[in-house]
Each structure stands twice: as structure tokens, then as C-alpha cells.
């Protein structure tokens, strides 16, 4: 069996089984929190194309996110575009402040990029917090991007006025669409012609800088590529929790997904998304102990990069030299 | 004019102060290829141990100072036992470790927010008074900010230019291998480094928190600044890494009057991508000559 069918195969009975979820388990409560793992692993396995395939160590995966985010709400707030139109146009936004973050930094050495994009991030942060002026006044004073409060009241996909009673079930399959395109994707990326290049580049990066690969372009295209679907995942959170704050800057969540590829397997196809499920759960069942939370979440990160650095997936696979290879420095 | 002293004295001051924290950060970058994101956590923890040491145990300021740089200085010891040491035998270092600090970093933060509380609390160790300069009011608290990073960036570059320990540093950031074939004992030159630069953090950490307040994220900020000082020096370059910071904390001052606070830190990230952009090595770095 070629790895591409084996790929596909996992693919198919993993979406027969989230399919059977809502039917099994109907309360609200846990199909809302699998929605909420939908759009998390949708964020990690973009995140992980970024980080573990293109090498790039890139923080700037949240900022892209809450400019997806950000994107459908302003968008759906001032101009009243449908959400439908909204969250595929917020995508685009996304790509094309994701190509302005790699021009800025991707010609810069490994560790510059990663302090360029935590930087960006955090500048977001800041002026999106301190802006108080007020931009619109209807509805009480609200700046340009919400200030602290965020932006609310701006749509959403029509499933709650279609079906009051089970339109968290219609998000949930939204969710799921969203992130089969993701994984499909992933495959794609990792299995296809930029995966390739990437492998050339870190096997022997003298000959296929020779042979007319460049590390810039290809770095760029995967950036850009993954910034896409970072975006729409945003605006789907947007619209399903219908408000976006500034909380989607927070480092703790940064941490939370940043763990979930580690925990999972960082360059790997179905890493993330094991790393992803794992971590949910566990979150879940930990929930009592929340003030520990963050502290547990540092434990398990640095557990893992330094006893199983190949991630969780490395156990299952047959190879086990492979999982360590796919992974660049 | 007073504008103009006023700003001064307040740049040179914020200078310094990133100066002291961002030499740690440039020293084990030199050395060990390891960006430490711990740094931020490890400053807070300084500036939360001196408090302890003059509130809780009545100690002499500069008492607790030391301490809170000997113990911060020990738990840079421990990051390099506990996390550099067992991943430097693996491949993919630089990645690692960063995450891996990644994580430590917010162990200690959320260990400080359980020991301490969220809220902020002002730093003890102050010096009160001012000199009038002008018709400007520069408080004596300033001038003993930027005595105190005097002597320890002197300290500093005359360990690095005139010991034996310092040669033994410069020759393993200039080239790893070599050093160590020379017989360099490059392990001990690392747990050197990050306790020298554990016990820095902590130092810029009390700096930092007594003109402004102690709380558990208070590192996170100046860290930020420290490594934005780091990529325009050039990472690893540690006499460029004080001039830059000198040079960024002037600007800062001067954006924070003609722009605002709000400004200030955008309009510092546009420099420093103006200059990347530029210099993708940074003012002072070298470009390296990769071999493939």
C-alpha cells in the first residue's frame, strides 16, 4: 500500500467515526467541544505544514488566525457581508497579510523569524487593546478593531434561525468539512511536489539549491498556502462563538496548540491531529485543576521535546527513523 | 531643551535596562545556538525574589539583589542541565530547545502567579530624591539604574576580554569544534553562560520592576524588547547588543513623547523589520559564509 492510499484510508475512517459523534453522543455539550477540536486541529495542522514541513519557526500563526478572525467580523460589522462570503474573503485577507509577514521575515535565519513573528503578534495585540478611540458610536463607543471587548453582533451562517435546536450539530459538520480540507491538504503539501522540495532542501540542500529549488520561494508558498485556511478557520470562530476578542492573541493558547503538534509529532500528517485530540481530552480531564493548567501544559512540552521528541505518532510508526527525519531544524 | 533632557535621561535609562537583559540573551545565543524564551520568566523571578528578600526576610537591599541574582543564576544551571543537556545529543537543537523554553517558561511564570498572586506589587529596592538638571527633574532611582548597568556590562566585557573564561567563551561562539578540539571544556563553558545570564535576567529583572511594578508577566515585555535589541545587533553579538539597546531605548523615549505609549513599540518592530530587511543579519552581525 502506497503511503498516499494508506493516508486516505486513515482519512475515511476517521470521518466515519467523527460522522457517528453527534448520533452517539448528542448532548451539546460535547459536540460544541468537538467543534472547538475541529478548528484547533485545523490551526495546528496549517501551523505544523509552517513549523515542522517548511522549517520555518514561525509564531505568527495566531496573529494570522485572529486577522482571519478579525477580517469577518469588521467585515460583517461595517459592510454587512453575508457570512458566507464573509469567512472565504477573510481567507484571502489572511493570505495576503500572511505574504507580508514571510516577505518581512522569510529571508531572515531560523530563530530572527520566530522573534519577527512573536514580535508582530504582540504589537497586534497591543494596539488592538490600548485603542480607545471611538470609531463608531452606534451601539455605544466601539474602536476601529473592538478594543478589549472584541466585536460582536455581526451574523453568523444562518443554521441557529434555520434550526434553533440543533444548529450546534450543523457548525459541528461545518467544522469537520473545514477540517478534512485541511488534513487533505497536509497530505497533499507533505506527500506532493512542495514536500518533495522541502526534503531535498534539508537532505542535501547544496544540490537542490543547484537544481533551482529556492528555499525562499517555496518557503513563501507554504506560508502562504497554510495562511489560507488558518484565516477561514478564524472567521468560522468567529461566527460560531459570535464575538472575537483579543483573547485569540493569548499566549496560553498559543501554548496549548504549540503543544498539541509536539505532543503529536511535529512535521508529521496525522501528528497534529492526534496531538490535537490528546490534548482536548486531556484539558477535559483536567478541568478541575485549572489553576495548574498552564504549568502541566510547560511540563508535557518540554516532557515530550526532550524524552519523545518524535511526538506520540513516532509510536506507532514502523519506521521509527522516519518520524525523527521528517522533522527540521 | 528640557524636552530634550527629559528624553534623554529616560532613553538612557530604559537603554540600560535592556541592555542588562539583553546581554544574557546574546551571550547564550553566541555560545550555544539556544534562544532562550525562558528569559522573560527568569527577570520576573528576580525582581519577585528580591521583593521576598527585603519584605519577607528583612534583608539588606543589596543583599537580596545578589541573592536574587545567585538563585536566578542557579535556575539558568538548571535549564542547562535539565533542557540543553539532554538536547544537545539530539539533532534538530535549535528548534528543541526553543519550544522546550517555550514550556519552562510558562512553568515559572504560572509557579510565580501561585506563589505571588496576579496583582501588582511595587519593588521595595528604591532610591529616592532626583537631581534637577535644567528645569528637569531626573530621579536619583534613573542615575542608579544606569550606574548599575555600567558596572555590569564593565564586568562583563572584562570577563569576556581579559580572563581565561572569557577567551574560553568568545572561542566557542566564534566556532564550536574548534574550541573544543583546542580543549576547551565547551559543556562548562554552557552552564557558565546561562548562569551568567540567569543571574543578569535577574538583575535587569529588579531594574525593571522598580520604576515600574512587579507582577507575574511583567517579563514578557521587556524579553520581547531584549530580543528585538538582540536581531538588530545580530544575534550573538554581544558589544552591538548594548549599543543597540542604548540606541533603541533613545528611540522609544523619543516616540513615546512625539507619538504616544501606543505608538511607541509599533513604530520600533517597523525599524527593526526596515533594517532586516536591509541587514538580514542584523547591524553588527557578520554575514555568515554558509557552508553546504
Known amino acids: 500500500?502506497?503511503?498516499?492510499?494508506?493516508?486516505?484510508?486513515?482519512?475515511?475512517?476517521?470521518?466515519?467515526?467523527?460522522?457517528?459523534?453527534?448520533?452517539?453522543?448528542?448532548?451539546?455539550?460535547?459536540?460544541?467541544?468537538?467543534?472547538?477540536?475541529?478548528?484547533?486541529?485545523?490551526?495546528?495542522v496549517q501551523w505544523n505544514l509552517v513549523l515542522g514541513v517548511g522549517g520555518i519557526f514561525s509564531l505568527a500563526q495566531m496573529a494570522l488566525f485572529a486577522t482571519g478572525a478579525y477580517a469577518t467580523a469588521m467585515m460583517g460589522?461595517?459592510?454587512?457581508?453575508?457570512?458566507l462570503a464573509a469567512i472565504p474573503l477573510a481567507g484571502v485577507v489572511t493570505v495576503a497579510a500572511g505574504m507580508l509577514i514571510g516577505l518581512a521575515c522569510l529571508r531572515?535565519?531560523?530563530?530572527y523569524v520566530a522573534l519577527l513573528t512573536l514580535a508582530?503578534?504582540?504589537?497586534?495585540?497591543?494596539?488592538?487593546?490600548?485603542?480607545?478611540?471611538?470609531?463608531?458610536?452606534?451601539?455605544?463607543c466601539m474602536p476601529l478593531f473592538g478594543g478589549v471587548r472584541g466585536i460582536g453582533q455581526f451574523g453568523d451562517l444562518g443554521f441557529r434561525a434555520l434550526m434553533p435546536k440543533t444548529w450546534h450539530i450543523a457548525h459541528y459538520f461545518v467544522a469537520l468539512g473545514l477540517l478534512v480540507v485541511a488534513v487533505a491538504m497536509s497530505i497533499v503539501i507533505i506527500r506532493g511536489p512542495l514536500g518533495l522540495a522541502f526534503r531535498a532542501l534539508r537532505d542535501n540542500p547544496g544540490y537542490a539549491v543547484s537544481r533551482g529549488i529556492s528555499r525562499f520561494r517555496y518557503q513563501l508558498w507554504i506560508f502562504a498556502v497554510s495562511a489560507f485556511l488558518t484565516g477561514i478557520a478564524g472567521g468560522f470562530y468567529a461566527v460560531h462563538f459570535r464575538v472575537v476578542g483579543p483573547t485569540v492573541f493569548s499566549f496560553q493558547?498559543?501554548?496549548?496548540?504549540?503543544?498539541?503538534?509536539?505532543?503529536?509529532?511535529?512535521?508529521?500528517?496525522?501528528?497534529?491531529?492526534?496531538?490535537?485530540?490528546?490534548?482536548?481530552?486531556?484539558?477535559?480531564?483536567?478541568?478541575?485543576?485549572?489553576?495548574?493548567?498552564?504549568?502541566?501544559?510547560?511540563?508535557?512540552?518540554?516532557?515530550?521535546?526532550?524524552?519523545?521528541?518524535?511526538g506520540l505518532v513516532r509510536l506507532f510508526s514502523r519506521r521509527p527513523k522516519r518520524a525523527a527525519d521528517a522533522k527540521t531544524g | 531643551m528640557d524636552v530634550f533632557i527629559q528624553i534623554v535621561a529616560s532613553g538612557l535609562t530604559l537603554g540600560a535596562m535592556y541592555a542588562v537583559a539583553t546581554v544574557g540573551l546574546s551571550l547564550v545565543y553566541g555560545s550555544l545556538n539556544m534562544l532562550n524564551m525562558a528569559h522573560g520568566a527568569i527577570l520576573t523571578l528576580g525582581g519577585y525574589l528580591c521583593y521576598a528578600g527585603i519584605q519577607h526576610l528583612g534583608l539588606h537591599p543589596a543583599?537580596?539583589?545578589?541573592?536574587?541574582?545567585?538563585?536566578?543564576a542557579v535556575v539558568g544551571l538548571l535549564i542547562y542541565l535539565g533542557a540543553a543537556l539532554p538536547l544537545l545529543r539530539a539533532e534538530g537543537f535549535e528548534t528543541n530547545v526553543f519550544i522546550a523554553t517555550i514550556g519552562i517558561g510558562s512553568i515559572l511564570e504560572n509557579l510565580m502567579l501561585r506563589g505571588f498572586g496576579p496583582y501588582p506589587i511595587p519593588q521595595p529596592l528604591a532610591v529616592p530624591g532626583h537631581v534637577v538638571l535644567g528645569n528637569v527633574h531626573v530621579p536619583l532611582q534613573n542615575l542608579f539604574i544606569l550606574g548599575v548597568a555600567v558596572v555590569l556590562m564593565s564586568a562583563v566585557a572584562f570577563v569576556l576580554e581579559r580572563t581565561r573564561t572569557g577567551r574560553a567563551i568568545r572561542a566557542t561562539s566564534m566556532n564550536r569544534e574548534a574550541a573544543q578540539l583546542m580543549g576547551v571544556r565547551v559543556g562548562r563553558v554552557y552552564a557558565q553562560v546561562l548562569a551568567v545570564s540567569g543571574a543578569l535576567a535577574a538583575v535587569s529583572g529588579v531594574m525593571i520592576s522598580s520604576i515600574a511594578t512587579l507582577s507575574p508577566v511583567m517579563g514578557g515585555d521587556p524579553m520581547l524588547k531584549a530580543f528585538i535589541v538582540c536581531v538588530v545587533a545580530g544575534l550573538g553579538n554581544v558589544y552591538g547588543a548594548v549599543v543597540a539597546a542604548i540606541v533603541l531605548g533613545l528611540l522609544e523615549a523619543a516616540t513615546q513623547y512625539i507619538l504616544g505609549v501606543r505608538w511607541s513599540f509599533a513604530t520600533l518592530l517597523l525599524i527593526v523589520i526596515l533594517v532586516l530587511i536591509w541587514r538580514p543579519y542584523g547591524l553588527f552581525g557578520r554575514t555568515q559564509v554558509v557552508r553546504l
Open chain 1, 77 to 83: 460589522f461595517y459592510w454587512k457581508v453575508p457570512m
Open chain 1, 1 to 44: 500500500m502506497t503511503p498516499v492510499k494508506r493516508d486516505i484510508l486513515i482519512g475515511l475512517v476517521l470521518v466515519a467515526a467523527a460522522c457517528a459523534v453527534p448520533f452517539l453522543f448528542p448532548g451539546r455539550y460535547v459536540v460544541t467541544q468537538a467543534t472547538l477540536f475541529f478548528v484547533w486541529a485545523v490551526v495546528v
Open chain 1, 120 to 140: 508582530i503578534a504582540q504589537v497586534l495585540y497591543v494596539l488592538i487593546v490600548n485603542d480607545t478611540a471611538c470609531f463608531t458610536t452606534t451601539g455605544g
Open chain 1, 253 to 310: 493558547l498559543l501554548l496549548f496548540l504549540i503543544a498539541m503538534i509536539v505532543v503529536g509529532g511535529l512535521g508529521t500528517i496525522w501528528g497534529p491531529l492526534l496531538g490535537a485530540a490528546v490534548l482536548m481530552l486531556a484539558d477535559e480531564g483536567v478541568k478541575e485543576l485549572s489553576d495548574y493548567r498552564n504549568i502541566g501544559l510547560g511540563l508535557l512540552l518540554v516532557l515530550f521535546i526532550i524524552l519523545q521528541p518524535g
Open chain 2, 63 to 72: 543583599l537580596a539583589l545578589a541573592g536574587a541574582a545567585a538563585l536566578c
Open chain 1, 108 to 111: 531572515l535565519r531560523g530563530p
